[in-house]
């Protein structure tokens, strides 16, 4: 049994119709500086961190942990979507116990608005609710995070609550399985969650 249940970790890769969700691998190592270095990735994430300080600390093969899928797109990672308990100190759960799993996403500019983060998350959740069937899905973004509250509307994810966090406003949701098969019926919501009022390895 690993934290996913009865899903070994790390899991076979999983094949969509144009990406693979496979463990990181030392051949990421360039992928991962470029995602953390990157303003554009760090708009919404509290910044990006200086390439010189990545390089030096970024272990050789990144980010191999349960919960931490690379998205490989024609062999070359273009993102990677998470799976991690949230902090229990943190505002947004929907459990007493508040060890929800929360859904993270970063991918590197050149590959966003194809909907390739779309295709990933849902392999994700599909994965994750066939190891942990009934299990919710949190995920949390600041509302003037426009593509990613897109998303999340995609993804069938239902706005549980709002708050301040970061000094900044955050959307907190929840995904089911239920939630998912509404998400599906309507996967480009119009007009998609309202309109803006105003984190990895
Ligand atoms: C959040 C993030 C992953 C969204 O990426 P994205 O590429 O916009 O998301 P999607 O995969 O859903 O792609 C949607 C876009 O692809 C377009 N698209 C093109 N081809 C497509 C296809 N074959 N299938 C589906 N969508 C397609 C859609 O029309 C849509 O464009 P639109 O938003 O202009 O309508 C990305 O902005 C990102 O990595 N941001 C930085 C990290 C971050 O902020 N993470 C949030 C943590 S809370």
Request: hydrophobic share 40%; glycine share 8%.
């Amino acid at each position: 049994m690993t934290e996913f249940g009865p899903a070994s970790w790390p899991p076979v890769p999983i094949s969509t119709d144009r990406l693979v969700l496979r463990e990181s691998e030392g051949r990421d190592r360039a992928a991962f500086i470029e995602l953390f270095a990157s303003p554009d990735v760090g708009t919404y994430l509290g910044g990006s961190r200086e390439r010189s300080e990545l390089e030096r600390e970024i272990p050789e093969t990144p980010g191999r942990r349960p919960g931490l899928f690379v998205v490989d797109f024609r062999g070359a990672m273009i993102g990677i979507v998470t799976l991690d308990r949230r902090d229990t100190a943190r505002p947004g759960h929907v459990r007493p116990e508040a060890d929800e799993f929360e859904l993270g996403y970063m991918f590197l500019p050149d590959a966003w608005g194809c909907g390739y983060a779309t295709e990933a998350c849902m392999a994700v959740l599909d994965w994750f609710a066939s190891s942990l069937p009934g299990e919710p899905v949190v995920l949390c973004t600041q509302t003037a995070n426009v593509p990613s509250m897109r998303l999340a509307a995609k993804l069938g994810f239902s706005e549980v609550e709002r708050f301040e966090e970061y000094a900044a406003d955050q959307w907190f949701g929840i995904w089911t399985q239920a939630t998912a098969s509404e998400g599906l019926v309507s996967r480009y919501p119009s007009p998609p969650l309202r309109p803006p009022t105003g984190t990895v390895p």
